[in-house]
């Protein structure tokens, strides 16, 4: 396991962006104690369906907020106030924005300086995401959505928790530039790739025969910002997106989620349509398996020997490396990096003739 720092990453340890912090089902059934960011973290959702996430400890005494089973307003189910929380210690009551608005056993104002943080958060496609930035700066970047999503068409998806991985998520990062894996680790070869970068954003082309489906896979993939990868990909007249999400714990430490949102044969998804989506979830994470396998074993890439003809590891590592720049030095950043970059020795999309971008917010 290496650090951000040991990366050349920084000088803030972690990334600034939208990330998933849960399963929008799994905050259904009541608070939960989370942990991104190296803070414990306090995760509920209000009466009033919103999703709320605070810093998890109580300035009255440090209590975690919503780490415990056991104490009677908890087990009475009386916690929740509106959007607002009680500590379950002595009652003291935070509101979304994470300041004290009562004390059950006291008259005067509330203390300003028992504020905690609150972090932006959203439901969206299924999970909760959170704003995340070290200085608590506002979203500069919209959290990306596929308006599939909602279309009946289109078979959701449940996610695939894949748990916390040893592992910086700037190894996970290079798998967008990483054209030379595809044949060895995933039996899919690629007949043409391109990397291009726009400012926040990160895609890839590319596409070639797979021989787990046995079929030709064409994909167009992007991360929006640094936690989430979406890919529109196109095989045996199929259609689908499938998102992989990594989400920092503690420095070096990373959690995974991974789901495919499934076109569906009908203007409403039959239930074939939902056992094929099913499947092809399972497909795609047996391929994305054969990534975390290698991830779990392996030294950390502190430096890439970069040959002439790999992708573009040190362009795209540079353009990671933003999210965790100080606010002055982001656009330098993005004017060195934006753009399309080809890889020696492969074919490009419009050399291939392949585009799949119809549709895609770039
Ligand atoms: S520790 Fe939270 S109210 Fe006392
Ligand atoms: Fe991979």
Same mark, same amino acid.
């Given at each position: 396991m290496a650090k951000a720092a040991e990366y050349g990453l920084g000088p803030n340890t972690y990334p600034r962006g939208w990330f998933i912090v849960a399963e929008s089902? %799994?905050?259904?059934? +009541? &608070? !939960?104690?989370?942990?991104?960011?190296? #803070? *414990?973290? @306090?995760?509920?959702r209000g009466e009033s369906g919103k999703p709320v996430l605070l810093d998890a400890y109580c300035s009255h005494m440090g209590t975690h907020l919503t780490a415990s089973t056991s104490a009677m307003i908890v087990k009475n189910g009386l916690q929740i106030e509106g959007d607002s929380i009680r500590c379950p210690y002595h009652g003291w009551r935070?509101?979304?924005e994470g300041d004290v608005d009562d004390i059950p056993y006291h008259d005067g104002p509330c203390p300003?300086? @028992?504020?905690?943080?609150s972090y932006p958060v959203v439901d969206n496609m299924g999970c909760v995401m959170a704003w995340y930035d070290p200085d608590g700066r506002d979203p500069d970047y919209e959290v990306p959505s596929l308006p599939e999503w909602n279309d009946p068409r289109?078979? =959701?998806? %449940?996610?695939?928790?894949l748990g916390e991985l040893n592992i910086h998520p700037q190894e996970i990062l290079d798998n967008m530039a990483d054209v030379r894996h595809l044949g060895p680790t995933h039996g899919a070869p690629? %007949?043409?790739? #391109?990397? %291009?970068? $726009? *400012?926040? $954003?990160?895609? =890839?082309?590319?596409?070639g025969p797979m021989q787990l489906y046995d079929t030709y896979l064409y994909t167009t993939t992007w991360y929006t910002g640094p936690g989430l990868l979406l890919s529109k990909q196109i095989f045996a007249g199929n259609t689908m997106y499938e998102l992989i999400a990594n989400t920092p714990v503690d420095d070096g430490v990373s959690k995974a989620w991974h789901g495919v949102l499934f076109c569906g044969s009908e203007d409403v998804a039959t239930a074939e349509d939902r056992e094929a989506g099913k499947a092809a979830q399972a497909g795609a994470l047996e391929a994305f398996g054969a990534d975390f396998n290698i991830w779990a074993n392996k030294r950390p890439a502190l430096k890439i020997m970069q040959l002439k003809t790999d992708g573009p590891f040190r362009t795209i590592r540079k353009w990671y490396s933003q999210f965790y720049a100080a606010a002055g030095d982001v656009a330098a950043i993005r004017d060195e990096v934006n753009g399309v970059h080809h890889? =020696?020795? !492969?074919?490009? &999309?419009? *050399? @291939? +003739?392949?585009?799949? *971008? @119809?549709g895609l917010p770039f």
């Open positions: 089902k %799994e905050l259904d059934a +009541g &608070p !939960m104690a989370v942990r991104f960011f190296g #803070e *414990d973290l @306090a995760l509920y935070y509101n979304a300003k300086s @028992a504020s905690i943080r289109w078979v =959701q998806w %449940e996610l695939d928790h690629s %007949e043409y790739f #391109e990397n %291009e970068l $726009i *400012d926040h $954003i990160c895609i =890839q082309r590319q596409g890889t =020696q020795q !492969m074919a490009t &999309p419009s *050399d @291939a +003739g392949h585009n799949i *971008d @119809a």
